[in-house]
């Protein structure tokens, strides 16, 4: 029933290690997209893919590395953690032809690096 | 420059009162679209309405309604009878054109809390 899932949906981790993130939508979109929003709520797009190809990388270090084994996944690898990668991570995914191309938000991904 | 600017970081509103949320924002693409979200303590973005930069009329859904200004390039959104349930961080969004991406640049939020 759930539109966008994510999982999981709080991850505890120290420094250095490396996390993923993983994302599902069952909507039959075409984009899916990864936000960042920080612990001053503001939200900031990190990645974008259409169709399972890359089409925003908005200046993200590459330890972050993105992947869409198909249409409706879009998961985030994050290696060698810091403590500024803590943040809520939202996956969203719209259609992008379409009225307005709403994009529907998943339950995001609190992530605290220690 | 700011893309949208959301210039209420906070504010109160009275239970059953009207309250409107400012959003301005620049862009030279003539084609985009503007987007309000709500987020509830609870974390989850909600969508709550969409004003499309060709659109004639403002857009409403419910208690929501979008006063498009688009020479002064304001999105404002209303709330009209406001409820308990409002109290939220709300933000105004943009969709530039295809060649963007479709991706969504946010504004800074509204703190919202409705007083009973």
């Known amino acids: 029933d759930t539109a966008v899932s994510q999982t999981p949906k709080y991850l505890v981790t120290q420094m250095g290690n490396d996390k993923s993130i993983k994302c599902e939508q069952n909507l039959g979109h075409d984009t899916m997209y990864w936000y960042k929003q920080d612990s001053k709520k503001f939200l900031k797009i990190m990645f974008s893919y259409n169709n399972k190809e890359l089409i925003i990388n908005e200046t993200v270090p590459n330890r972050f590395s993105p992947k869409s084994p198909d249409k409706a996944h879009l998961n985030l690898h994050i290696n060698s953690l810091e403590l500024g990668d803590s943040a809520v991570y939202f996956c969203?995914?719209?259609?992008?032809?379409?009225?307005?191309?709403?994009?529907?938000f998943g339950p995001g991904t609190r992530l605290t690096v220690l | 420059a700011q893309k949208i600017t959301q210039t209420q970081p906070g504010m109160f509103v009275q239970e059953k009162e009207a309250v409107t949320l400012d959003c301005t924002y620049d862009t030279s693409d003539p084609s985009y679209g503007l987007f309000w979200y709500k987020q509830p303590s609870s974390g989850e973005m909600i969508f709550l309405i969409y004003?499309?930069?060709?659109?004639?009329q403002n857009a409403t859904e419910g208690r929501y309604s979008l006063n498009f200004q688009k020479a002064r390039k304001s999105a404002n959104l209303v709330i009209s009878a406001s409820q308990l349930g409002d109290s939220a961080m709300y933000f105004c969004a943009m969709r530039e054109g295809q060649a963007a991406g479709n991706k969504l640049t946010f504004g800074g939020g509204t703190r919202v809390l409705v007083k009973p």
């Open positions: 004003q499309g930069s060709y659109d004639q």
């Open positions: 969203a995914s719209s259609q992008v032809l379409g009225y307005h191309n709403e994009q529907f």
